[in-house]
C-alpha cells in the first residue's frame, strides 16, 4: 500500500457569497461532527471496494479526508485556500479520474487536485473548476477526470462509461425547474421577457420556435407559465432576478468586478433608476446646455435627499457605488469622463470623427462599399412600395474631388451606412410611441489621405398611404447657419439609428444570444476530457449567466433596454427580425469583410485580403487577431484529429455539431450553409469562427460603449421629434438656438443617465479577466503540444500588441484616432482592469 499525497485548492463559499457569511461557521460546526469532505481515486479493477457504473466495474480507493479543514488558512490568492490530502493506494493503474463528497452545510469551488507522486506516473492534475454542492443535492456522486484530452474511441476503457455517464448528468431529463445545485444543461425559447399577468402591455412575442421570430435557444430553467398565456415563462420578481437559473458552474463567483455586476444591473432598476428620475423630475428631464451635460462628468449632480438615496447608501456596497457613481456623501455623483470629450470636447461634432467612428468606433461592422447609385432597397415591392434612395447625382458630385458619380463607384470609393431596409418595416409602429425615428441611408467618400467624409444623409419615413414607398428627404454638410443644424440634426438621426442596431444586432443578438447555444451544447455532448471541449471552454466563461441577467432587467419587456434604446417594446423582436439575415459561416472576419465589400480576396496579400479602406482599423486589427486565432485552432485541431476520418467517426463531436444546428440554433435548422463537419479544415474553420465572436468580435463591440456612447450627444440612443420644417416655429426655434433644439431631440436626461450607469458597468474589466491568449490554468491540459502551440499563440498576440501600438502612433493613419484622438484600442488584447477602452477576454462575459 502507498500513501499518495495530494493537494487540493479549492475556494470556500463564504468568500464568494456577501450574503452567507454564515456558511464557514456551519462547516466548521460539521467537520466536529464528524461530517468531512472525502476523496476517493478510481482506476479500473475487479477486487475490493468495487464501484459500479453502469456494466462497467471500476476500482475505488479508500476515502480520505481534506485535512485541517477547521485550522487551515493558508490563501494561495485573495481566495483561494489548498488542503492537504494523503490517499492509500496500491493500483499499478494512474488514477484517471476521482470521487469527490461534500458533507459539509455549504457548497465550495473546487478548482484543482494535484497527485504530487504517483508510483510510476509522477505529477497527476486534475482541473475541476466546479461547485461541488452538499452530497444531499445529487443523485449521482460528482466525479472529476484527470487533465489529459481524449477522443471517444481513444479513452481508457476505465473512464468510458464514466464519461457518458457525466454527459448524461448534464443533459437532465427536461423536466421540472431546475435548482441552483442542477447541473443541467438544456434549451428554451425566449419566452420569458414579457409578464402578461402583470399587465397586458407588458406581453411580448414568444422569440425562437416559429417562423415569424425565429431566433437561438437560451438555457432552460423549467419555471412554471404564466396564468394568462401557457407559452410564456413566469419571471421572477426583481427582488429575485440574481437567482435566475443557470448552471452553478456558469454563474459570476470570482474574484472580479462581475461579482458585483448582477447586483450592480439590479441596483441601476432597484435604486439609481428610481433617483434619476426623481432628479430629472425636479429638471424637467432635459439637458439645457452642453454646459448642463459636462457637469455629469466634471461638477457632479445631486441626487435628491430622500428614502431612496438612503436606500442607495444602504443597500449598494460602496466598492460597487464608486464603479456605478463617484458620489460623496452628500449625494453628489458624479461619472467619468469619456475619452471621446477628453481632449477635445467638441471634436465628436466634426463630420470626420462622424465618419471615422464608422471604421473604427462601437459599431465598426456596418459599414459597406456602394455597389449601385443611387442605393436600392431589398424591401418587397407589394408590400411596402418603392424603396429605393431618392439621393441623385446633383446632391453629391461637388463633393467627389471631381469625380463623376460613376467614376467614383468604378474607383471603390463610395461607401454607405445603411439602416434603411432594417428600420422601414417598423416606423409606423415606433413612430406611434414617443419615440420619433428615420430610416436612414449615409453615403461617404473615400478622401486621397485614406478618411472618409459624409456626402448626403436621407431620411426616410413610409408614406401616409400603404404600399406608396416611402418619403424621403436628403440633407448634405453644412456648418453654419440653419443649414449647419439641420446637417447635425442629420447626422443624430442617423447615430440613434446606429445605436440602436449596434445595442441590438451588432452586441446582443450577433455575440451574446449566438454564443449561448455553443455553450449548452458543448456541455451536453461533448465531454470535459473531449479535446474540443478543452479548447472551447474558456470562451463559454460567464455567458449564460449574463446573458440571464439581461432576460431579467436588461433586455426584458419593460427592462433597461427598452427604456433607452429608441425601438422600445420592439427592441427584441426586431432582433429577432434580423437573425433571419444571420448566417454563421458569415460571421468569419474575411467573410464578413468581403461581403460587405471592405475587402477583396488577394491570394498575394499577407491575410489573402486586400482592403479597399488601407486604414480601417478594425479590420486591420482584426485580420491580425483572426489569423492569430486561426493558426492556434489548427495546430491544436491537427494534433488530435490527422485525418478527416477520425472527424467523421468522432462520435461526440458530430452529436454536438448536429445538435448545435438542429436545437440550439433550430430555428435555422434547414439553411444548406451550415458546414457538414465532416474534415478537419471544418472543424477548424468552425472553432476559428467561434472563438472570434465571443472574443474578439465582442470586445470589438462592447468596451467601447463608454469611450464613445458614455457622451450621449455622441451616440444618441432616441429621438423624440422629427427634423423641423420650414415656416414652422420649431424651424424658427431652431435659427435661434440650434444646440436647445439639438438637445431636446435626442435622448432626454432620465435616459441618458441611464444609459451611462449601464454602459459604465458594462464596459469594464474585471480584476480577474481571463483575455484571449490566456488560460485561468497552466495546467489545463497534459499534451505537451497543445500547450507549446497556446504559447506561440500568446506570443502572437503579443506582438500584435506591440503594432497596434506602432500603428497608433504613425500620424499618416489618421482614422486610428481621428479628431477625437482616441487611439483604437478595441482589439489590443490585454488590458488593466477598469474602464480602459482596451482588451479582449476569451468570453462574452459581459
Not at 226 to 253: A, C, H, Q, W
Not at 699 to 719: C, E, F, K, M, W
Request: proline fraction near 6%; glycine fraction near 6%.
Amino acid at each position: 500500500m502507498k500513501t499518495i499525497i495530494g493537494k487540493v485548492v479549492l475556494v470556500k463559499k463564504n468568500l464568494l457569497d456577501i450574503n452567507d457569511l454564515s456558511s464557514s461557521v456551519l462547516d466548521r460546526v460539521h467537520e466536529l461532527l464528524g461530517k468531512n469532505v472525502t476523496l476517493q481515486l478510481i482506476s479500473a479493477h475487479h477486487p475490493d471496494h468495487q464501484f459500479s457504473v453502469g456494466e462497467a466495474l471500476y476500482k475505488v480507493g479508500k476515502p480520505a479526508l481534506l485535512e485541517d479543514w477547521i485550522t487551515t488558512i493558508t490563501p494561495l490568492t485573495v481566495r483561494e485556500t489548498s488542503y492537504k490530502v494523503s490517499f492509500e493506494w496500491d493500483e499499478v493503474q494512474k488514477p484517471g479520474a476521482f470521487i469527490v463528497q461534500n458533507y459539509h452545510h455549504s457548497e465550495f469551488y473546487l478548482k484543482t487536485l494535484t497527485l504530487e507522486d504517483v508510483p510510476g506516473h509522477g505529477q497527476l492534475h486534475f482541473v475541476c473548476n466546479s461547485w461541488v454542492y452538499p452530497a444531499k443535492r445529487y443523485k449521482r456522486d460528482r466525479v472529476f477526470f484527470t487533465n489529459k484530452a481524449y477522443l471517444p474511441g481513444e479513452t481508457p476503457e476505465f473512464l468510458r462509461s464514466l464519461r457518458d455517464e457525466e454527459l448524461e448528468i448534464l443533459r437532465g431529463d427536461g423536466s421540472g425547474m431546475l435548482e441552483e445545485w442542477d447541473r443541467v444543461y438544456d434549451y428554451a425559447f425566449y419566452n420569458d421577457l414579457g409578464d402578461p399577468d402583470k399587465d397586458v402591455d407588458d406581453a411580448r412575442p414568444v422569440l425562437g420556435g416559429s417562423s415569424e421570430y425565429p431566433y437561438p435557444r437560451r438555457g432552460r430553467t423549467g419555471r412554471p407559465p404564466t396564468k394568462s398565456d401557457p407559452r410564456t415563462e413566469s419571471r421572477l420578481p426583481l427582488v429575485m432576478s440574481l437567482n435566475i437559473y443557470v448552471p452553478r458552474d456558469e454563474r459570476f463567483g470570482h474574484l472580479k468586478l462581475s461579482d458585483f455586476l448582477g447586483y450592480g444591473l439590479k441596483s441601476i432598476v432597484q435604486f439609481l433608476a428610481p433617483e434619476f428620475e426623481a432628479l430629472c423630475d425636479s429638471t424637467h428631464n432635459e439637458f439645457d446646455s452642453f454646459e448642463d451635460i459636462m457637469k455629469v462628468y466634471e461638477g457632479g449632480f445631486k441626487l435628491p435627499e430622500g428614502p431612496l438615496l438612503d436606500r442607495i447608501r444602504d443597500n449598494i456596497p460602496l466598492e460597487l457605488l464608486k464603479v456605478l457613481l463617484d458620489m460623496d456623501s452628500s449625494g453628489v455623483a458624479k461619472f467619468p469622463k469619456p475619452q471621446v470629450i477628453k481632449e477635445d470636447k467638441s471634436a465628436w461634432r466634426t463630420d470626420e470623427e462622424f465618419a471615422k467612428e464608422m471604421l473604427a468606433g462601437v459599431n465598426p461592422v456596418k459599414i459597406r462599399l456602394l455597389k449601385e447609385f443611387p442605393p436600392t432597397s431589398k424591401l418587397d415591392v407589394q408590400v411596402y412600395g418603392n424603396q429605393n434612395s431618392s439621393i441623385k447625382s446633383h446632391h453629391v458630385e461637388k463633393s467627389l474631388h471631381g469625380l463623376k458619380v460613376d467614376e467614383a463607384l468604378v474607383a471603390n470609393r463610395l461607401f454607405i451606412l445603411d439602416h434603411h431596409d432594417t428600420l422601414m418595416p417598423y416606423l409606423r409602429r415606433i413612430n406611434a410611441t414617443e419615440n420619433k425615428i428615420y430610416a436612414s441611408r449615409t453615403l461617404l467618400f473615400l478622401k486621397d489621405d485614406g478618411t472618409l467624409k459624409p456626402l448626403a444623409i436621407e431620411l426616410s419615413l413610409p408614406h401616409p398611404g400603404d404600399n406608396l414607398g416611402a418619403v424621403s428627404n436628403v440633407y448634405t454638410p453644412a456648418e453654419n447657419g440653419v443649414e449647419g443644424a439641420i446637417w447635425q440634426l442629420a447626422k443624430a438621426y442617423v447615430a440613434v439609428n446606429d445605436s440602436g442596431i449596434h445595442q441590438l444586432i451588432s452586441h446582443w443578438l450577433n455575440t451574446h444570444a449566438v454564443v449561448e447555444p455553443f455553450v449548452i451544447a458543448t456541455n451536453r455532448q461533448l465531454s470535459v476530457i473531449h479535446p474540443i471541449h478543452k479548447l472551447l471552454h474558456p470562451h463559454f466563461r460567464d455567458t449564460m449567466n449574463i446573458n440571464a441577467l439581461a432576460r431579467q432587467i436588461l433586455i426584458n419587456g419593460g427592462g433597461i433596454l427598452e427604456k433607452t434604446v429608441f425601438p422600445g417594446k420592439y427592441s427584441m423582436e426586431l432582433s429577432s427580425v434580423l437573425y433571419k439575415d444571420w448566417v454563421f459561416p458569415d460571421q468569419a472576419l474575411p467573410t464578413d469583410l468581403v461581403k460587405r465589400g471592405m475587402a477583396v480576396e488577394d491570394s498575394s496579400s499577407r491575410h489573402g485580403l486586400s482592403l479597399l479602406i488601407k486604414d480601417y482599423p478594425y479590420a486591420v486589427d482584426g485580420l491580425e487577431i483572426w489569423s492569430a486565432i486561426k493558426s492556434w485552432v489548427e495546430d491544436y485541431c491537427q494534433f488530435y484529429y490527422t485525418n478527416d476520418d477520425m472527424i467523421k467517426n468522432d462520435t461526440e463531436l458530430q452529436s454536438w455539431w448536429k445538435e448545435l444546428v438542429k436545437k440550439g440554433h433550430g430555428d435555422k435548422k434547414h439553411e444548406s450553409w451550415w458546414p457538414e463537419m465532416n474534415s478537419c479544415q471544418d472543424l477548424i474553420d468552425t472553432c476559428t469562427t467561434f472563438i472570434w465572436i465571443a472574443s474578439a468580435l465582442h470586445a470589438a463591440v462592447n468596451y467601447g460603449q463608454y469611450t464613445y456612447a458614455g457622451y450621449s450627444p455622441n451616440r444618441p440612443t432616441l429621438s423624440r421629434r422629427f427634423m423641423p420644417k420650414p415656416n414652422t416655429p420649431e424651424y424658427d426655434e431652431l435659427k435661434e438656438n440650434p444646440d436647445k433644439v439639438f438637445l431636446k431631440t435626442i435622448t432626454p436626461q432620465l435616459q441618458s443617465l441611464l444609459g451611462i450607469a449601464l454602459i459604465e458597468l458594462l464596459s469594464r474589466h474585471s480584476s480577474d479577466e481571463v483575455y484571449l491568449g490566456q488560460r485561468e490554468c497552466a495546467e489545463w491540459t497534459l499534451d505537451a503540444e497543445p500547450l507549446n502551440a497556446f504559447q506561440k499563440f500568446g506570443t502572437k498576440l503579443k506582438e500584435i500588441e506591440e503594432r497596434i501600438v506602432a500603428m497608433n502612433n504613425d500620424q499618416r493613419l489618421k482614422n486610428r484616432r481621428g479628431p477625437a484622438k482616441v487611439p483604437y484600442t478595441l482589439l489590443y488584447p490585454s488590458s488593466e482592469e477598469g474602464l480602459t477602452g482596451k482588451g479582449i477576454p476569451n468570453s462574452t462575459a459581459i
